[in-house]
Each structure stands twice: as structure tokens, then as C-alpha cells.
């Protein structure tokens, strides 16, 4: 494997010396590039009680191409579809090399925290989302109780 | 023979037919990275290029950009940036076709990136850096401009293909990398094999060091407690185990200062003082940190109380919140726990008692210096009234003068002569006579009088 970009040791130094509230990121032993994130639901959300898993992979071309991110845990919004992947401008065509590991998993918290059924990636979910909020909140709040780990 | 460990570690290379790049971004800088890093690969700038609308990246990262999918745009605020690279054959083409009458000002449109301030790598390329070949054993640490030369000329690590020949026939080149050190000064090729001094086995002169230290069974080293010899590569570990290696107390952190073959260790220990206290200290040192934690939580708290009582002598409300925070945290610990919070409330509070006695005195003569102070105050009002009293005197004396004088006036300036020029009513009079002069002009009067 092609040494690892002193870029992407720096992050990684500063994600565990000074970690973002409520996100962790633990880079693989045997590949530097694939991390291990742990995400509590933002308060007064309806993910709030819950510890979600994402997966995030550093590209070869990264910081010029986005990390990929997906949900490992199940999870019931309009813009993260079933397989978890999430429907984020700044993970596609919004993205910059001036962005981070750090600002990127901020944004998705963000996300959990607001989201837009305007914009979906879970066309269900965002019918849902639309026709009655209140059920679907509902509904996420369930599944948070299900599927997420507990705070 | 395997290759030296030393010489295996990562480090800078020159390589005839490659040209000697160095990885710029993988040094290693001494000092944090605070100011002047790059957006892009969050590292100090190398060569600085500045964009129209402001920001500033390495060339070498903004370019990159450029040819990634984000394409000419700011990183940072994503306004579009034109460039066209003065190396690339084909846009220069494409330059002379639409400006053909131009040759030596071809019109091409400005890029809009461009060098930085050359301040900003002034102050880049002074920042301190480790040598690349940090992991060969280089110590040597330097401004960044002179790393290059650092590498190329001084360094002792930095390796260069040996370019002696070999014995074998044909002849030929031996091309080996090799570290300066083991070339300076030499005329033949280091890599001819000769016998060690100690065992004889064919060495180099570059396996030399790893061959003393970690091969040789025949370079001995004494033992520094039982005296006997043993390789170097293993004197260490038979020194770990040597009963007669000189020890120190384990308990010399608290003061024994016994020092002795590791045999007797035990023998002393059963007598020494210390190490029977230690343990006791030990613990006494874990209870101590405890205590002190709890006090800090408590005095925090005590203000708190403190705090509520006070204001709810003023306002009446009190602050059940904060007195519920007190006791649900006093809830969670044991009765015995509690019991001791009390008692050291009470110290607490036996503390703050004494604090008040010893204020008390300084606080009743602070009352008594405000008695004083109000008395010279009601004695100041007297003597203000007074003196008004006596003001009002003079203005009526005053009023009267002026009065006579003016009087006088029709029968002759004789009075003005003979009264003293210094005295009230001479300027009384001053005044009287430049307000009939006035229409001469005051500043005449004035002259005409002085
Ligand atoms: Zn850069
Ligand atoms: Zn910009
Ligand atoms: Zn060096
Ligand atoms: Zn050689
Ligand atoms: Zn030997
Ligand atoms: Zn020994
Ligand atoms: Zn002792």
C-alpha cells in the first residue's frame, strides 16, 4: 500500500487528540484509509436516543474526491436510503478539498438533526415525510428504539 | 549478508537517471502548525499561489484541483478561477491560432491565480524542519529553504550509489545505495567484504555497527555487577538477571537511599523502613487525591449554598434548583460518605466563622473612620454655608461702592486718580468706562486704558 498522505494522518491525529462531541472515528488497524464511526442522534431529534455506526472510506484521490460515507445502522430518514447511503450535497457535487473527515461527519449530524424530504434519496420515507411528519417522526423515533444502540 | 536495518529505514536517496525529487510534504516540522497552512493538504505553504478572490494554497495543490473533477474553482468560497498552465503545449497552440499578429505579447487572458506575497514564503520557508533521514539517525534540524542543500551536500545519511569498482572480473561499477558516511573518504568500494576483528565472519564495512552490537558473539562486554564477560548483543538481557547488579531501593522515591547487588535486595528490604511505609503512602497519597477531589466539589457547592441563602434573605425565593442538584448528589453516596461531608461542612463552616472573626476588628474601625468622615462632612456644609454668608456680605459692600462712586462721577475724575489702581472698585470702574467706550471699539478702550 502507497504511503499514507501526511493529510490524512494529521486528521486522523486530530479525530482522536481532540474529537468532534458525540462523533467518534477510529481508523482500521490494517487499512488507515477506512474508519469506524460512532454518531449520536443531535438532541430533540427524533434520533436522540440513539448510537448510529457509519462506515467511511478515504479514496485514493481523497482530498480531491469526497470520503464515502454510509449508515451501517438502520435508520428510518428521507435522505438516507436502505442501504444507508446518504443524500448529502457536499458528499457529491458540493464537495471541496478544503472540507475534512471532521466537517464532513458534522454535516451528516447536521443532517439527522434536519432533515429535507424535498431533496430525497428514500423516496418512501420522503412520501411519508410529506404526507403526515408527525407519523414519520414517530416511525424514526421507533426505529431509533430498534435498530440504534443506546446513548 | 541481509541488508542493514539502518539502512533500510525511509530516508532521501539520489539516484542517477531519476531526478532527486523530494517529497516536500512529508517533512517533519518542529514547531506546530498554526498559521500559513494550506487549505488543501493542511500543511505550511510550498510555493504559495494566491487566487482573485483572496485565498491562498500550495501551486501544487490549487493545480491539482483544477484537474480533479471539482475543476477551476475556489476550494474555499467556489468562485470560478480561470487558468491555462504556461507548460502545456497543446493550450499554447491553441494561443498562437487565435492571436497569430502578436508574437511577443500572445493576448491570453489573466490568470486569476498568482504568486502569493513573497512574505508568506519568507515565512514558510523559515520554519523549522527535521532532516528526512530523521529515521537513518540524522539529528540535524534547519530552516526548510536549506534542506535541499542539507540533503544533497551534508548529510551523512542521505544515500548515493557506490560508484567504485568492484574486484570481480570483468570490472565493473558496484552501484550499491550507500549511506555518505561509509563513502566519504574512501577510495575503494565499502562493500568489499573483510574479516570481523573479533569472530572473523566476512563483514562490510557499512554492516559493521549491527554486526558489533547485534551479531558478534566474540566483541564481550563485562558485566557491571558480576564482572564477566559476555557479548554485546546480550550483555543487557544477562544484566536484567544478574544477581550482582547494583540496584537501587525500589522505595527510593521516598527516600532510601540504599544502593546494592540485587541479591542482597531482599535481605535489605526486610529491614528497610521505607519500603514498609511505602505501601502505607501509597495509599495515603490515593486517599489524599480523593479528598481533595471531594473538597473542591464540595466548597463549590457550599458557595452555592452560600449564595442561595444570601439572596434568599434579600428576595425571599431561595434556589431549590441548585439545593436539589446538592442533594441528589450527596444521594448517590454512601451513608458513610455523607456522614464525612457533613463533618467537613461543618469545618467549612467553623473556617468561615473564624475568617469573620478576624475581619470583625477591621470592620469596626472601618465604622468608626465613617462616623469620621460624616462629621467632616456635616463641618464642611457649616463652613460652605458660612462662607456664602460672607460672599453675599462682600457683593452687597461691592454693590454699594459702585453705587457711590457713580455718584460721584459728575463732579470730576479726581476720586479715580487718588483711589489705588489694584483695589475693587478702581476695576469697577474699568469696567464702567469700557462699556461707554464701546462704540469706539473695545479693543481700543482697552488699549487706551492700560
Ligand atoms: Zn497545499
Ligand atoms: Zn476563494
Ligand atoms: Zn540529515
Ligand atoms: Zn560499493
Ligand atoms: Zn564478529
Ligand atoms: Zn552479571
Ligand atoms: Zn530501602
Same mark, same amino acid.
Given at each position: 500500500?502507497?504511503?499514507?498522505?501526511?493529510?490524512?494522518?494529521?486528521?486522523?491525529?486530530?479525530?482522536?487528540?481532540?474529537?468532534?462531541?458525540?462523533?467518534?472515528?477510529?481508523?482500521?488497524?490494517?487499512?488507515?484509509?477506512?474508519?469506524?464511526?460512532?454518531?449520536?442522534?443531535?438532541?430533540?431529534?427524533?434520533?436522540?436516543?440513539?448510537?448510529?455506526?457509519?462506515?467511511?472510506?478515504?479514496?485514493?484521490?481523497?482530498?480531491?474526491?469526497?470520503?464515502?460515507?454510509?449508515?451501517?445502522?438502520?435508520?428510518?430518514?428521507?435522505?438516507?436510503?436502505?442501504?444507508?447511503?446518504?443524500?448529502?450535497?457536499?458528499?457529491?457535487?458540493?464537495?471541496?478539498?478544503?472540507?475534512?473527515?471532521?466537517?464532513?461527519?458534522?454535516?451528516?449530524?447536521?443532517?439527522?438533526?434536519?432533515?429535507?424530504?424535498?431533496?430525497?434519496?428514500?423516496?418512501?420515507?420522503?412520501?411519508?415525510?410529506?404526507?403526515?411528519?408527525?407519523?414519520?417522526?414517530?416511525?424514526?423515533?421507533?426505529?431509533?428504539?430498534?435498530?440504534?444502540?443506546?446513548? | 549478508?541481509?541488508?542493514?536495518?539502518?539502512?533500510?529505514?525511509?530516508?532521501?536517496?539520489?539516484?542517477?537517471?531519476?531526478?532527486?525529487?523530494?517529497?516536500?510534504?512529508?517533512?517533519?516540522?518542529?514547531?506546530?502548525?498554526?498559521?500559513?497552512?494550506?487549505?488543501?493538504?493542511?500543511?505550511?505553504?510550498?510555493?504559495?499561489?494566491?487566487?482573485?478572490?483572496?485565498?491562498?494554497?500550495?501551486?501544487?495543490?490549487?493545480?491539482?484541483?483544477?484537474?480533479?473533477?471539482?475543476?477551476?474553482?475556489?476550494?474555499?468560497?467556489?468562485?470560478?478561477?480561470?487558468?491555462?498552465?504556461?507548460?502545456?503545449?497543446?493550450?499554447?497552440?491553441?494561443?498562437?491560432?487565435?492571436?497569430?499578429?502578436?508574437?511577443?505579447?500572445?493576448?491570453?487572458?489573466?490568470?486569476?491565480?498568482?504568486?502569493?506575497?513573497?512574505?508568506?514564503?519568507?515565512?514558510?520557508?523559515?520554519?523549522?524542519?527535521?532532516?528526512?533521514?530523521?529515521?537513518?539517525?540524522?539529528?540535524?534540524?534547519?530552516?526548510?529553504?536549506?534542506?535541499?542543500?542539507?540533503?544533497?551536500?551534508?548529510?551523512?545519511?542521505?544515500?548515493?550509489?557506490?560508484?567504485?569498482?568492484?574486484?570481480?572480473?570483468?570490472?565493473?561499477?558496484?552501484?550499491?545505495?550507500?549511506?555518505?558516511?561509509?563513502?566519504?573518504?574512501?577510495?575503494?568500494?565499502?562493500?568489499?567484504?573483510?574479516?570481523?576483528?573479533?569472530?572473523?565472519?566476512?563483514?562490510?564495512?557499512?554492516?559493521?555497527?549491527?554486526?558489533?552490537?547485534?551479531?558478534?558473539?566474540?566483541?564481550?562486554?563485562?558485566?557491571?555487577?558480576?564482572?564477566?564477560?559476555?557479548?554485546?548483543?546480550?550483555?543487557?538481557?544477562?544484566?536484567?538477571?544478574?544477581?550482582?547488579?547494583?540496584?537501587?531501593?525500589?522505595?527510593?522515591?521516598?527516600?532510601?537511599?540504599?544502593?546494592?547487588?540485587?541479591?542482597?535486595?531482599?535481605?535489605?528490604?526486610?529491614?528497610?523502613?521505607?519500603? #514498609?511505609?511505602?505501601?502505607?503512602?501509597?495509599?495515603?497519597?490515593?486517599?489524599?487525591?480523593?479528598?481533595?477531589?471531594?473538597?473542591?466539589?464540595?466548597?463549590?457547592?457550599?458557595?452555592?449554598?452560600?449564595?442561595?441563602?444570601?439572596?434568599?434573605?434579600?428576595?425571599?425565593?431561595?434556589?431549590?434548583?441548585?439545593?436539589?442538584?446538592?442533594?441528589?448528589?450527596?444521594?448517590?453516596?454512601?451513608?458513610?460518605?455523607?456522614?464525612?461531608?457533613?463533618?467537613?461542612?461543618?469545618?467549612?463552616?467553623?473556617?468561615?466563622?473564624?475568617?469573620?472573626?478576624?475581619?470583625?476588628?477591621?470592620?469596626?474601625?472601618?465604622?468608626?473612620?465613617?462616623?469620621?468622615?460624616?462629621?467632616?462632612?456635616?463641618?464642611?456644609?457649616?463652613?460652605?454655608?458660612?462662607?456664602?454668608?460672607?460672599?453675599?456680605?462682600?457683593?452687597?459692600? #461691592?454693590?454699594?461702592?459702585?453705587?457711590?462712586?457713580?455718584?460721584?462721577?459728575?463732579?470730576?475724575?479726581?476720586?479715580?486718580?487718588?483711589?489705588?489702581?489694584?483695589?475693587?472698585?478702581?476695576?469697577?470702574?474699568?469696567?464702567?468706562?469700557?462699556?461707554?467706550?464701546?462704540?469706539?471699539?473695545?479693543?481700543?478702550?482697552?488699549?487706551?486704558?492700560?
Amino acid at each position: 500500500m502507497a504511503s499514507l498522505p501526511k493529510r490524512i494522518i494529521k486528521e486522523t491525529e486530530r479525530l482522536v487528540s481532540d474529537p468532534v462531541p458525540g462523533i467518534k472515528a477510529v481508523p482500521h488497524e490494517d487499512n488507515l484509509r477506512y474508519f469506524d464511526v460512532l454518531m449520536e442522534g443531535p438532541s430533540s431529534s427524533p434520533y436522540e436516543s440513539g448510537v448510529f455506526k457509519l462506515e467511511l472510506f478515504l479514496p485514493e484521490d481523497y482530498p480531491m474526491v469526497a470520503p464515502k460515507v454510509r449508515f451501517l445502522t438502520k435508520i428510518y430518514h428521507p435522505n438516507i436510503d436502505r442501504l444507508g447511503r446518504i443524500c448529502l450535497d457536499v458528499l457529491k457535487s458540493n464537495w471541496s478539498p478544503a472540507l475534512q473527515i471532521r466537517t464532513i461527519l458534522l454535516s451528516i449530524q447536521a443532517l439527522l438533526g434536519a432533515p429535507n424530504p424535498d431533496d430525497p434519496l428514500a423516496n418512501e420515507v420522503a412520501e411519508d415525510w410529506k404526507k403526515d411528519e408527525s407519523n414519520a417522526i414517530e416511525t424514526a423515533r421507533e426505529w431509533t428504539v430498534r435498530y440504534a444502540d443506546k446513548k | 549478508m541481509t541488508e542493514n536495518a539502518a539502512e533500510e529505514a525511509s530516508g532521501f536517496d539520489v539516484v542517477s537517471e531519476q531526478p532527486s525529487t523530494m517529497d516536500m510534504r512529508s517533512l517533519q516540522y518542529v514547531d506546530p502548525l498554526d498559521h500559513l497552512t494550506c487549505p488543501i493538504c493542511q500543511l505550511p505553504f510550498i510555493t504559495p499561489f494566491q487566487t482573485k478572490c483572496g485565498h491562498i494554497f500550495c501551486k501544487s495543490c490549487i493545480l491539482e484541483t483544477f484537474r480533479s473533477p471539482i475543476g477551476q474553482k475556489c476550494p474555499l468560497d467556489r468562485s470560478p478561477l480561470h487558468y491555462k498552465e504556461e507548460t502545456d503545449g497543446e493550450a499554447n497552440i491553441e494561443e498562437d491560432e487565435s492571436a497569430e499578429t502578436s508574437t511577443e505579447t500572445p493576448k491570453t487572458r489573466e490568470n486569476d491565480i498568482f504568486p502569493a506575497p513573497i512574505i508568506i514564503s519568507n515565512i514558510t520557508d523559515d520554519m523549522r524542519v527535521r532532516c528526512l533521514n530523521l529515521d537513518r539517525g540524522c539529528e540535524w534540524i534547519g530552516p526548510r529553504w536549506s534542506i535541499k542543500t542539507h540533503l544533497l551536500l551534508d548529510c551523512g545519511f542521505t544515500r548515493f550509489e557506490c560508484n567504485n569498482e568492484l574486484d570481480e572480473e570483468p570490472i565493473s561499477i558496484c552501484k550499491k545505495l550507500t549511506q555518505r558516511r561509509y563513502l566519504d573518504g574512501l577510495n575503494s568500494c565499502p562493500h568489499k567484504e573483510y574479516g570481523c576483528q573479533f569472530c572473523g565472519e566476512m563483514i562490510t564495512k557499512p554492516d559493521e555497527e549491527k554486526h558489533f552490537t547485534k551479531e558478534c558473539d566474540k566483541n564481550l562486554k563485562k558485566c557491571k555487577g558480576c564482572l564477566l564477560e559476555f557479548p554485546l548483543k546480550s550483555v543487557e538481557h544477562h544484566e536484567r538477571f544478574c544477581d550482582k547488579f547494583v540496584e537501587k531501593c525500589p522505595a527510593a522515591s521516598i527516600g532510601c537511599d540504599w544502593k546494592g547487588a540485587r541479591e542482597l535486595l531482599t535481605l535489605h528490604q526486610e529491614t528497610c523502613i521505607f519500603t #514498609r511505609l511505602k505501601p502505607i503512602l501509597d495509599e495515603k497519597d490515593k486517599t489524599i487525591g480523593q479528598l481533595r477531589e471531594s473538597t473542591s466539589f464540595l466548597s463549590s457547592k457550599l458557595e452555592i449554598i452560600l449564595d442561595s441563602i444570601v439572596q434568599g434573605k434579600v428576595t425571599n425565593v431561595g434556589f431549590p434548583l441548585q439545593l436539589d442538584e446538592v442533594s441528589s448528589y450527596s444521594g448517590q453516596r454512601s451513608k458513610r460518605d455523607s456522614e464525612e461531608d457533613y463533618v467537613h461542612l461543618l469545618m467549612e463552616l467553623e473556617g468561615l466563622r473564624s475568617d469573620f472573626m478576624r475581619i470583625q476588628p477591621s470592620i469596626s474601625a472601618l465604622e468608626a473612620q465613617q462616623q469620621m468622615i460624616s462629621g467632616l462632612v456635616a463641618q464642611n456644609t457649616h463652613l460652605m454655608e458660612d462662607m456664602n454668608n460672607q460672599r453675599m456680605g462682600l457683593n452687597s459692600v #461691592r454693590q454699594q461702592i459702585q453705587f457711590l462712586l457713580m455718584d460721584r462721577r459728575p463732579r470730576g475724575g479726581m476720586m479715580e486718580s487718588l483711589m489705588p489702581r489694584n483695589s475693587v472698585p478702581s476695576v469697577a470702574a474699568t469696567v464702567s468706562k469700557e462699556s461707554l467706550s464701546d462704540d469706539e471699539g473695545s479693543s481700543a478702550g482697552r488699549s487706551n486704558k492700560l
